[in-house]
């Protein structure tokens, strides 16, 4: 699946911090039942974001049109729980192109980068400034500068270096997948299986 | 060099490494089902690519699949049309298909043991967390996305970095009324559910030495709950037991050739791991859990912790995860209302648990106000339940058998708990809405389901056995 290239965003955030944000929250299990790709977004944390009878939650985040934009901050352990990529999906397809946490579970973090939402993970006090600044600010900017493996806060000027592979930088910055990778080395992958036992 | 077991696994699995980036990572069985599998064979079909390896994977149905009425058509169209797409998908790529009604239908991580698919020294993949399970029998297995699905089937390989490696040792005998579930929900309550992320865990001392191979699975399943992506217990003879003889288990020569493979699958003596932490098996009595995660879980005769030292973040997290559960801080979990009780899942859904279950209602009667669904995890457990007399023991004391799925565990098919009920459950997520929207899980073991099922109430099941 092809995703737009990433490289430098700027953009408003929405925070959501509370920890543990699992995946069965981000997108609860029936609405995993499609056979394509398409319109996630509208199901992202649909029992946070909607009551029983499909109105809006209003204290929900998503709901409160202060906050918007293309980052979603979260809390600790963001994305623990279900392997369904149809997590990442939902957050892509709603509109947020990079998550920030303190914490990420592994396969969501897989997940993500896997489809073209970066996953940035920083220290628990930036984090924290973070969520102080938009709460006193919304309209407060971040800026996610992949190439340089830095992220801003545009009202305070505070930044931190985050972690990624070099491999999966280069995919993200040029929009390739790992099929793509995997595609160009079949014979390598042909001759390794020759020898194996079972 | 010394190497852990898991080192030995995955280091035989890697067909190139990239210098600041992935290994890639040889897949040598993959299981896909109905509901992770249909948009990556819907990538292959527009870059136009084929299954490369058929053989190496293998289809089940059973995360939307209903548990009563097997034989009818499956009434909702959504369900039924993403079962169709694993049958067509299945066939036209020539992979094996044990769809809905099939006699080796059952859950993934069931029958993929249950037919000697699961085998020491693989790398084993799944779109499904609890993948993990297979690490029981000393594969390197775990859960990938949709996208690793796709390039699993196009080329049997996925770009994967070496995790840590953790070892779990846990010795000494078990209590009275101690099982693997216990076991493993307590490492989680001491971990929580982040405290083995980045991690693949080896588990030893004598308590999983001990145990049967279903125990294992049940440890090895709840992995994924402490963050990790997988754990794997070193096979031995209990392992070679389980697996000679079953359908798919190589026979003859290749049996011997796998089997001289599978005796040098130990760690080392001397080599190392990235952390190491040991419990005491004196300390694990059965547990429950009482919050929205499988890590927030207490001995069952315990009252649920107090929020004063938790930091800021994590205290508004808690609360609203009490709230959530309609409990207080200080609350005794003992007498708690209980109004369904569900034995199955990937976790539970194995004849030791059935038997477990039989073993605290046999004589009694199912509490009037609990509806209990008893789910086993294949048509070869559902058999063995008749075969040993257990489906006797559980009509006469007011209960049903359905039929083989993942049921109750995740609220995609007709199985679901009313919002605001509280089920006692022997499946691994207690995550809000898991098991239905408002639904309030009590994740346990199937002798502590039972005890909730013929009293109504949770119940230290100790006070049964």
Sequence with gaps: MAYDKFNILTSTAVPLPLEN????????ARFLKATERKDFGVNLFRDWRYNSDGSPKESFVLNNSVYGGKILIGGRNFGSGSSREHAAWSIYDY???????????????????????????????????????????????????????????????????????????????????????LQNIKGDIETFAKDLII | MSKTLFDKVWDSHVVKSIEGGPDVFFIDRHFIHEVTSPVAFLGLKNRGLSVMYPERTFATADHNTPTINQHLPVEDPLSANQLKTLEENSKLHGISHWGLGHEKNGIVHVVGPENGITLPGATIVCGDSHTSTH???????????????????????????????????????LGKGVTPKDVALYIISKLTTAGATGYFVEYAGDVFENMSMEGRMTVCNLSIEMGARGGMIA???????????????????????????????????DAQFDKELTFESSDIEPMITYG?????????????????????????????????????????????????????????????????????IKGKQKADHVTAWLVPGSHVVEAQIKEEGLLDIITEAGFTLRQPGCSACLAMNDDKVP????????????????QGPGSRTLLASPLVAAAAAVTGVVTDPRNLL
């Design chain 2, 419 to 434: 919002a605001g009920k509280y089920a006692v459950s022997t499946s691994n997520r207690n995550f809000e809405g898991r």
């Design chain 1, 95 to 181: 509109g947020f192109r990079c998550v920030v946490s303190s914490f990420f579970a592994d396969i969501f973090r897989n997940n993500c980068l896997n489809i073209g939402v970066l996953p940035v993970q920083v220290s628990a006090e930036f984090a924290e400034q973070i969520f102080d600044a938009i709460y006193k600010d919304a309209s407060t900017e971040l800026e996610i500068n992949l190439p340089e493996q830095k992220i801003t806060i545009s009202s305070t000027g505070a930044s931190e270096s985050f972690e990624i592979n070099s491999y999966k930088k280069e995919n993200l910055t040029n929009g390739y997948d790992d099929i793509d990778y």
């Design chain 1, 21 to 28: 944000v699992d995946t069965d929250q981000i997108i609860p």
């Design chain 2, 135 to 173: 690490g029981a029998f000393g594969a390197i297995a775990f859960g990938i996305g949709t996208s690793e699905v796709e390039m699993v089937l196009s080329t049997q390989c996925i770009m994967q970095p070496k995790p840590k490696k953790m070892r779990i040792n846990v010795n000494g005998p």
């Design chain 2, 292 to 360: 929205t995660n499988p890590g927030m879980g207490i001995g069952i005769s315990k009252s649920i912790p107090l929020s004063e030292a938790l930091g800021g973040g994590e205290k508004a997290t808690y609360k609203k995860s009490l709230d959530y559960m309609g409990y207080h801080e200080n609350d005794a979990m003992i007498g708690k209302q209980v109004d369904f009780v569900f034995i199955g899942s990937c976790t539970n859904g194995r004849i030791e648990d059935f038997r477990d279950f039989v073993s605290i």
């Design chain 2, 235 to 269: 096979p031995d003879q209990k392992t070679y037991d389980y697996l000679e003889g079953r359908s798919q288990t190589p026979k003859g020569d290749a049996w011997d050739t796998a089997l001289a493979y599978w005796k040098t699958l130990k760690t080392d003596d």
